[in-house]
């Protein structure tokens, strides 16, 4: 029985490669279900496998729980959601996705539909951003909470009074976890972004530490939101009523020394406005010290480690789950959305300063900035790429809080003194309220890319070879062994070539020199061609064929026709192509070299056509960093930049295609052309340096594909992969790919494919 298990099993996973516990675990899993159940539960691991390894053994233990209220038939649409839910918020959220199938998948196809989180976003989000000031975002997770830069929120409410209820918790659930923000209960006001975590890794019990310092810090919430919201808390009594008798039945098994049911049960008497329990002297004075809305660090940190005391001296209990306007607490998730934050300030301030210090070091300085720079320190007192504010005679700034925000500040390099412009000091004191100052090494950063005199060494090769020119796109990834996409799975890097001064273009000029005539010439004639159009009322020429009808007409005693002219038409032409450069490692060599002698012939040949084009190049490394290189955009004109940017071409990292093809899919969409055509160029098939190898990246790149047919858009590869025969076919279809044995003629075959497809 264990051998024919292991061998099923083997057709799905590396059972081999397994150790005994994790072998054992599966096993255990899968001995008591029926051969239709274990049948259908080894599809799944086959499915969830090779995603990760700890999801599926969290899918195999919630399986039991799961097959209780799930039928067979739905386990796979079940982990689909679970999935999804993996692949947008991560393992734990998987997790407390699976923890409730009844509210998570199945109140949804029973039919018991609430509010859709969908549906009240354009009246939600303005409402957050009112309150907060910030452009903060509105993203749907499995459990509430936020991160300081979004809040999550349920996918759908289900409430049993009216819809504006529903709408209404939307609301009070958003202005909770604003106030998480507002009262900086995750210490984003500290220097070292990982203070929280620290302070709960001293308590013996971390998770109970965790749980008491969130139950305080949502008492102060719920009394700064009192006082600064109280028409939406006075609206919420009846509902914190309602859940005050449900707490009372849950913990009523905690034991009347629960000081966490006890303050439970106060927090939400305060919200309902109803009589408050009693309290011993020592809690009292924990929640009163608490609820401030003006407290330090140190003072609420005391807070909870009196209260995480109080708590041990009640013994063993089972740890409350949050109330449901509370949310979790997710310290570690903030801490990233903040250096997430601080590296996008670093590079906007990078950016936009090294804009403007080529202008303003050369501008010439009025009489009130000579008279300003006098209350500087000099340069010799001062660090070289520091911001600083105007000083007194005593090295101290005499300014008001409110009054050093419009003071103007100053840029030292290691020769002068530069005026920071308006534009920039609200970013500055973004990243000084959250460093404590502006890095030199910032100032230094702009100054270098904007070629002025920074110390620092000059940039590396990968950052000379392009620019990032907007953040990451996100692109969604298919998964055939599910039949579903994994949601923005692949993050697009779009960078543009820096174009070079070499001799690469001048010499594959002159080296076909010949060839590029003669395309010029084939060109030219395709331009000018015309074709006949028949059975016209007046034209350049008599139409026998249609003269011999009319002729025949008239005999047989019929009206003839009067259409018996042939006119010579010429044909507009209405094309957009797109080219699609591999710039993989693999390119490396002769076969770059042709590749980008193809591209110089192209060019040369079609400004004698026309028509419009653009040239990209890919590549990139794992699914966070798929990168697409602008080569020549569509309105762009063929120019000495673009023959650099030709010559810059480069072999980088793999060849992972579907993320680029669908970017350049949408490039197409965007265009009004009659015929809009995707030329790839590759020396090799989809692969990348994690899962995307083999079948995965085959499927994906034609799924990628065959969306952008459904677009309107033909795709067309040319091949010089000796063992393409394999799965072009497959991908692209019997007659739109070519495969060239020999690289040599790379360069001609190029243009004449073009040509024919587009004749």
Not at 57 to 86: A, M, N, R
Not at 252 to 272: D, F, I, M, Y
Not at 482 to 496: A, V, Y
């Amino acid at each position: 029985m264990k051998n024919g298990l292991t061998e099923r099993l083997r057709q799905v996973i590396p059972v081999d490669r397994l150790n005994d516990w994790e072998r054992d675990e599966i096993f255990d899993h899968l001995a008591d279900y029926e051969p239709l159940v274990e049948k259908t539960v080894i599809e799944q691991l086959g499915i969830l496998w090779p995603i990760s390894s700890p999801l599926c053994f969290d899918f195999l233990g919630h399986l039991t729980k799961g097959l209780t209220c799930l039928s067979i038939e739905q386990l796979p649409d079940w982990v689909k959601g679970i999935l999804d839910i993996y692949e947008a918020h991560g393992l734990r959220a998987a997790r407390e996705y699976m923890d409730d199938v009844e509210a998570h998948y199945l109140c949804t196809i029973r039919g018991k539909k609430g509010l859709s989180l969908d549906e009240i976003i354009p009246r939600l989000l303005p409402y957050l951003r009112g309150l907060s000031g910030q452009s903060l975002e509105i993203q749907k997770a499995p459990s509430l909470y936020t991160d300081t830069r979004s809040v999550f929120l349920p996918r759908e409410i289900i409430a049993p009074a009216r819809s504006n209820d529903n709408f209404y918790l939307y609301k009070l659930l958003v202005s909770f976890l604003w106030a998480e923000i507002e009262l900086d209960i995750y210490c984003q006001q500290q220097t070292a972004p990982e203070v929280l975590e620290d302070f709960f890794l001293s308590f013996e019990d971390q998770e109970l530490a965790a749980s008491c310092y969130h139950l305080l810090q949502t008492v102060r919430r719920a009394e700064f939101l009192k006082s600064y919201l109280p028409g939406l808390m006075r609206d919420g009594q009846p509902l914190f009523r309602l859940l005050l008798k449900d707490v009372d039945l849950s913990d009523s098994s905690a034991g009347p020394g629960n000081e966490l049911a006890t303050v439970r049960q106060w927090l939400l008497c305060c919200c309902a406005d109803d009589p408050l329990p009693d309290l011993s002297d020592e809690t009292a004075a924990i929640l009163h010290q608490a609820s401030a809305e003006k407290i330090s660090y140190e003072d609420i940190f005391g807070a909870t480690t009196r209260f995480y005391a109080r708590v041990r001296l009640t013994g063993d209990f089972k740890l409350p789950a949050p109330l449901f306007f509370q949310g979790k607490l997710r310290p570690a998730e903030a801490r990233m959305a903040r250096l997430s934050r601080r590296e996008e300030q670093k590079q906007q301030f990078i950016k936009a300063l090294a804009a403007v210090i080529p202008h303003l070091s050369g501008a010439p300085e009025t009489e009130t900035e000579q008279t300003e720079k006098i209350q500087i320190p000099s340069i010799n007192e001062s660090e070289s790429g520091a911001i600083l504010s105007p000083m007194g005679q005593d090295g101290k700034n005499e300014q008001s809080t409110e009054e050093k925000q419009n003071d103007p500040r100053y840029i030292c390099l290691d020769d002068g003194q530069i005026k920071v412009p308006k534009e920039l000091r609200h970013l500055a004191r973004e990243i000084e309220n959250d460093l404590g100052k502006v890095p030199s090494f910032y100032i230094a950063s702009a100054s270098r890319m904007a070629g002025g005199r920074g110390k620092t060494p000059a940039t590396s090769i990968q950052e000379e070879e392009g620019k990032a020119l907007q953040g990451g796109l996100l692109y969604d990834e298919w998964d055939f062994r599910r039949r579903g996409f994994r949601k923005n799975w692949c993050m697009l890097i779009e960078k543009r070539i820096i174009a070079t001064k070499g001799t690469f273009v001048t010499t594959t000029m002159e080296k076909y020199r010949g060839q590029i005539l003669q395309l010029k010439r084939q060109f030219e004639m395709m331009r000018s061609q015309q074709r006949l159009v028949r059975r016209q009322q007046d034209g350049d020429d008599i139409d026998l064929d249609a003269l011999t009808e009319a002729y025949a007409d008239l005999r047989a005693g019929l009206v003839p026709s009067e259409d018996l002219f042939v006119r010579r038409q010429r044909d507009e032409r209405d094309i957009a192509a797109l080219f699609l450069v591999d710039m993989s490692s693999s390119t490396e060599g002769w076969v770059g070299t042709a590749l980008k002698e193809s591209l110089v012939l192209l060019s040369e040949a079609l400004q004698s056509l026309g028509d419009r084009y653009a040239i990209y190049g890919f590549s990139g490394m794992r699914r966070s960093q798929s990168e697409l290189f602008h080569v020549k955009t569509f309105t762009e004109p063929y120019s000495e930049e673009i023959r650099g940017r030709i010559g810059a071409i480069s072999p980088m990292d793999y060849t992972r295609m579907g993320p680029p093809i669908r970017h350049c899919t949408k490039v197409l969409r965007d265009i009004d052309a009659r015929v809009r055509l995707l030329l790839i160029l590759t020396d090799g098939k989809p692969e990348d340096y994690d899962d995307y190898k083999g079948e995965y990246a085959i499927e994906d790149t034609r799924h990628a594909l065959t969306e952008a047919k459904a677009g309107g858009i033909h795709s067309f590869c040319i091949s010089i992969d000796k063992e393409a025969q394999d799965y072009l076919g497959y991908l692209f279809g019997d007659i739109n790919y070519t495969f060239i044995n020999d690289v040599k003629k790379l360069p001609l075959r190029v243009p004449e494919i073009y040509r024919t497809l587009t004749s």
